[in-house]
């Protein structure tokens, strides 16, 4: 019982772990300091875990990487929609 | 073997999938646009994860959620070291 709390625990934070990324692109509509490559990687990654998860049949890591997938794809999405919005026409302070 | 490989690859992408956004951080010395919520769930998901899989005993699990948990510890602190270079100083075109 404590462990499908860490477990589930575990899944709910990583699932949801692009949503607070996605809701500040949505906000800002900027994605210069974001890395690309980490939402290619990472979205990769969870793809390849779910497939592992269904292997080992571990519901948790299926639904966990499943939703995590999606909101990568999301994430994506949104990088490529403002991607243009500062690129290289920002002026900074520094 | 080839489930092996799968989790393994699994393993890999997500154990350094927050190195890009560490390597985007260096070198943009800013962090604008990054969430730190992002990290800190992340950062909590990947512990839990890695206690789950002490338990259900998964080798891959426990290291690759380590790895991710020492990069994230990593990232917090480019983040709090870089977030004030720009905030609220920036002068964007947008």
Redesign the interface.
Known sequence: ML?EL??S??A???M??????I???HK????????L??LI??C??????M??GL??R?N?LIVANAVSFSSLIVAIGFFIKYRK??RR??????
């Open positions: 462990w860490v477990g625990s575990a709910v934070l990583t949801f772990g692009f949503v607070p990324q809701l500040k692109i800002t509509q900027s994605v210069e300091d974001v890395s490559w980490m990687q990472f990769l990654g969870m793809l390849l875990w497939l592992y292997h080992i571990d948790i919005n500062c026409n920002c002026k900074r302070t520094k």
